[in-house]
């Protein structure tokens, strides 16, 4: 018999191979299910209408297919509204669970947070963001928690002192000719990496306006791309091995070798007094310092992408909406031209309802899958 298996061709084998592994993993995930349901009384989920529940490969299809078209949201509230607020699909595999029920999500995040993992996101994103605070459960999690709350208290978040510069460079890149189009999104993407390295590392990186070929444009790209195909892995889960990129692993390694130069100025203790940074913290506490990078590299993927976000929805929305644009400046223009400090900022009802309109009518994609 073993013979006449390896007469196969290799790629038939490989097939088969996969296949049996994820039968395997069905079968372990429903028996574990299957004990959490008895545990807790669970109703079964929704199933949305599949051709076929083994593989799920149309299904996955489907998924990148809605991704190319950046219609994913709009699908999925339309299954959510169709089929039920909590729906069950196969894809690739594996059992995913969609849910915008306010109390399935009140459950998971909050009254219930330890009963629930975040599955094989470490296969996903472990070779950019190792282990760290988006990536881990239990004591793991725990550990990241306890070593990066400390910095984002009241009183570090509120020191606005470095932003002013940062919001300069980027308005230094917007062409002063009117009637120029400008695509904004680059700029807050640059924004946002620029001012979260300043509040984890102690100094930024300064991507906005960097030279091609500079360490800091290197870095920016790198970052860009290693994400990219983060996205694509996390389509797979914990078949994320299946993703080839030939640029992913040059791409991690020059964000970890880049961010390694700080690491290591920060355990020598060749860091300049200052503000308080994320970095001095973590060395203080930490000597390990691909735990640290693991650490930064974790809170920078949020740091950026949600604020950059934000912003692109907010100017998106108020080059739409005069009105509101006139209301927001007349706010504004209380500050007479100063820089805001984070008390002004949370007196400003108008902009704060700017923002929550914005992340209403533009939220940003991201599914609650449990595994």
């Known amino acids: 018999m073993l013979s006449t298996i390896m007469a196969q061709s290799p790629w038939r084998i490989f097939a088969v191979g996969v296949v049996v592994m994820l039968i395997l993993a069905r079968v372990r995930r429903h028996l574990e299910v299957r004990a959490f349901k008895k545990a807790h009384g669970c109703e079964p989920p929704i199933r949305a209408p599949q051709k076929e529940r083994i593989i799920g490969w149309s299904a996955y299809q489907h998924l990148q297919k809605t991704r190319r078209e950046h219609v994913s949201l709009h699908q999925t509230f339309r299954r959510a509204m169709e089929i039920g607020r909590t729906n069950t699909a196969v894809v690739m595999g594996q059992e995913i669970i969609s849910t915008c029920d306010p109390e399935n999500i009140k459950t998971v995040l909050a009254t219930n947070f330890k009963d629930y993992g975040i599955g094989p996101r470490m296969h996903a994103m472990g070779p950019l963001l190792g282990k760290g605070i988006f990536t881990t459960d239990d004591e793991q999690w725990q550990h990241s928690r306890a070593l990066i709350r400390p910095s984002f208290t ?8 470095s932003l002013e510069n940062h919001v300069q460079a980027l308005i230094s890149c917007v062409p002063a000719k009117d009637g120029v189009v400008v695509d ?42 290693a994400e990219q195909v983060l996205h694509k892995r996390g389509e797979l889960g914990a078949l994320a091995w299946l993703i080839r990129d030939a640029k992913f692993e040059p791409a991690c390694k020059v964000v970890h070798n880049f961010t390694d130069k700080y690491i290591r100025e920060a355990l020598k203790g060749d860091t300049k007094a200052g503000r308080y940074n994320l970095l001095a913290e973590l060395a203080g506490a930490c000597d390990d310092p691909i735990q640290i990078r693991n650490e930064l590299l974790n809170v920078l993927l949020a740091a950026r992408d949600t604020t950059a976000g934000l912003l692109s929805s907010v100017f998106y929305l108020l080059a739409r909406n005069p009105d509101a644009w006139n209301k927001l400046s007349q706010e504004v223009g209380q500050l007479d031209g100063k820089a805001p400090d984070y ?29």
């Open 184 to 225: 904004l999104q680059p700029l807050f993407f640059n924004l946002t990496i620029d001012s979260a390295t300043d509040f984890l590392l102690g100094q930024s990186v300064s991507c906005q306006g960097s030279a091609v070929g500079s360490p800091a444009w290197e870095f920016s790209e790198a970052f860009d791309h």
């Open 343 to 371: 008390k002004f900022l949370k007196e400003m009802p108008y902009l704060k309802s700017v923002l929550n309109e914005s992340k209403r009518a533009q939220p940003q994609h991201t599914p609650l899958v449990k595994e």
């Open 154 to 161: 009241r009183t570090q978040v509120a020191d606005l002192s």
